[in-house]
């Protein structure tokens, strides 16, 4: 179990040509469920992974469509990485991906991008055992 804090900005062109900085932030619960084999002191691991958001902070009020839909329900990705166990550290790095669509799109400068329910993200941790 994860707590999980993110988001991002972004430049929005107003009247005139100035730019105006909106910013997106969010907390979230993810819940990885990962199986693996450990070869020595490295581990390769593996799974999907639940999450739920929290919280969240947004200068976006007036963008269609409705950013809401993001904190209505789990959203699933997956994660897969290798970790490293020596003596009483452990490291890991994983990248995590989305599982799922929204089926909806975002349309800049009149092109259409698809919208993801979560980021692609790589994840680095360091856990020492007691």
Do not use: H
Not at 17 to 29: K, Q
Not at 47 to 76: A, H, K, R
Not at 100 to 108: I, P, Q, R, Y
């Amino acid at each position: 179990l994860y707590f999980n804090t993110g988001g991002g900005s972004l430049e929005q062109v107003v009247d005139g040509g100035a730019t105006e900085v909106l910013n997106v932030n969010f907390n979230r619960i993810d819940i990885p469920v990962l199986v693996g084999v450990k070869l020595g002191p490295a581990r390769l691991n593996v799974g999907p992974v639940g999450s739920f958001v929290l919280s969240e902070t947004t200068d976006l009020t007036d963008i269609e469509p409705d950013f809401e839909m993001f904190t209505s329900s789990m959203t699933w990705g997956f994660q897969a990485g290798i970790g490293l166990d020596i003596s009483k550290l452990s490291l890991d790095a994983r990248y995590e991906g989305s599982l799922s669509a929204l089926g909806e799109t975002f349309a800049v400068g009149g092109a259409d991008f698809p919208l993801d329910a979560r980021p692609s993200q790589w994840i680095i941790s360091l856990g020492i055992w007691f």
